[in-house]
């Protein structure tokens, strides 16, 4: 079985920074393509970036380009978030995933997804 468990969300004043990280239970974890959504109040989960299984690769929105950095650290079966210049347009609760099917922005391909941490940012 595959457990996510995300952390290091919170309150943050607008410019300033957290670094999430989402902890896998799972065996291999080296061989699961990992991402980051996210979803505020009453809107629909949205894509925020993902890395490959072994850390080559990774992919982010455009909202986020330049500001959020993806990466992971296999030894420790942990995937992190580093989130810079944030805005209050990045308030919602952030979700991790897993899947081993293929390297994606979409959420239909994880199959597997954390509880999320929530991240509000004030201005």
């Known amino acids: 079985q595959v457990q996510l468990v995300e952390s290091g969300g919170g309150l943050v004043q607008a410019g300033g920074s957290l670094r999430l990280s989402c902890a896998a239970s799972v065996r291999a974890f080296m061989n699961y393509n990992m991402g980051w959504f996210r979803q505020a109040p009453e809107k629909e989960r949205v894509f925020v970036a993902a890395i490959s299984s072994n850390g080559g690769t990774t992919t982010y929105a455009d909202s986020v380009k330049g500001r959020f950095t993806i990466s992971r650290d296999n030894a420790k079966n942990t995937v992190y978030l580093q989130m810079n210049s944030l805005k209050p347009e990045d308030t919602a609760v952030y979700l991790c995933?897993?899947?081993?099917?293929?390297?994606?922005?979409?959420?239909?391909?994880?199959?597997?997804w954390g509880q999320g941490t929530q991240v509000t940012v004030s201005s």
């Open positions: 995933a897993g899947n081993l099917r293929r390297y994606s922005s979409s959420a239909t391909y994880y199959d597997y």
